[in-house]
């Protein structure tokens, strides 16, 4: 490729895919380092991406666009002149742009959706034993290009006054263990019960004295005003009162996140956070698992009903929930103890000191 070059890059959604690609991001301008590079992602997620250095122009897409909006952005693209665009997307709408765009190079990758199908709908497993995680099938559309797979870590960049607004109003003793638990998810079938957060949340304040914070989105708002109702103290819910970047902040502050298979997991990969991540009806094979970060995945082993589906339902489709609902707090507090530990031991040397 030319320095006068351009690429795009294509990821509509959601928190964890757009952050997903970041290693790719990094992979080519390794490789590339002075060809531009463009994003198109949709206009509600455009924030995780905005400040990172290697990306030039963020193109964004409404969250249900219009056939007319859809257009409008093929024009775009067919203005930019790209010489390849990279569809990590692989949607219909993906599809669409990229013909009207009349896109000449367009490199995409593999969902290796029939081996979904067959674990999910009959559970016969064509995964290899050690299932390659979503960068790495990301990386897949690199295919005609000379680069090398190198695992990166993900990658969220937060600007100063954002740390300085989360600084501003932090509730916590900075030497205070800090904990944040996103306890909501988009399917109902991926949230641990509200009383095992519960029983959880009484556990780390007993055992280790910690102050917890509750993150999520509008539509978590429910779960943590419950869970906040029956926690006497040493709580703050702060569930859809901050934006994307703010909530990465939080927990670039805590010493733990604690979560399911959700994006907030991811965001917690992206700032290097060490994680707890309680995984129902999804499994490793759809290569969701944290990347490249410290972490433990806490799943029920023995279900032969699991996974029930790719993204998760609103019901279990058994009528019996064991995959979250047999997963005790006692396993998560063992979990999470070899982190725990180990901080409340540095915490008490500096208070000694």
């Not at 351009?6 to 990821?11: A, G, N």
């Amino acid at each position: 490729m030319n320095e006068s070059d351009r690429v795009l890059f294509i990821r509509f959604s959601a928190i964890g895919d757009i952050l997903l690609i970041t290693p790719l991001l990094r992979l080519f301008h390794h490789h590339y380092p002075h060809v531009q590079i463009d994003v198109l992602t949709k206009k509600n997620f455009t924030s995780l991406l905005q400040y990172h250095p290697f990306i030039r122009n963020i193109i964004a897409i409404p969250q249900s666009p219009s056939f007319a909006e859809i257009k409008s952005v093929a024009n775009e693209i067919r203005s930019q002149e790209y010489s390849r665009i990279f569809d990590l997307q692989k949607h219909w709408r993906s599809y669409l742009i990229t013909l009207l765009s009349g896109a000449g190079r367009t490199s995409r990758y593999k969902k290796y959706a029939i081996r979904r199908f067959f674990l999910v709908h009959l559970r016969l497993n064509f995964y290899p034993k050690r299932p390659a995680p979503v960068p790495r099938r990301y990386f897949e559309a690199f295919r005609e290009l000379p680069i090398d797979w190198k695992p990166q870590p993900l990658e969220l960049y937060i600007p100063d006054e954002t740390k300085a607004r989360i600084e501003s109003k932090w509730p916590f003793d900075k030497r205070e263990l800090t904990i944040a638990i996103a306890p909501g998810a988009g399917r109902k079938t991926k949230r641990w019960p509200v009383d095992h957060f519960i029983e959880l949340i009484s556990l780390l304040q007993d055992q280790y004295g910690a102050k917890i914070i509750l993150v999520g989105g509008d539509r978590d708002k429910p779960i943590c005003q419950e869970i906040e109702g029956q926690v006497a103290e040493g709580l703050i819910e702060w569930c859809g009162q901050t934006s994307l970047l703010e909530t990465a902040e939080i927990l670039k502050r805590c010493d733990l996140v604690i979560t399911h298979d959700t994006g907030v997991m991811h965001m917690a990969a992206a700032a290097k956070q060490r994680l707890i991540a309680i995984f129902g009806p999804t499994v490793e094979e759809f290569g969701f698992f944290p990347f490249m970060v410290e972490n433990r995945v806490i799943e029920h082993h023995n279900l032969s009903c699991r996974p029930c589906s790719y993204h998760g339902t609103d019901t279990c489709p058994k009528g019996h929930f064991r995959c979250m609902n047999e997963i005790e707090p006692i396993k998560v507090i063992e979990a999470a103890s070899e982190f725990l530990d180990s901080h409340s031991k540095v915490r008490q040397a500096r208070l000694i000191h």
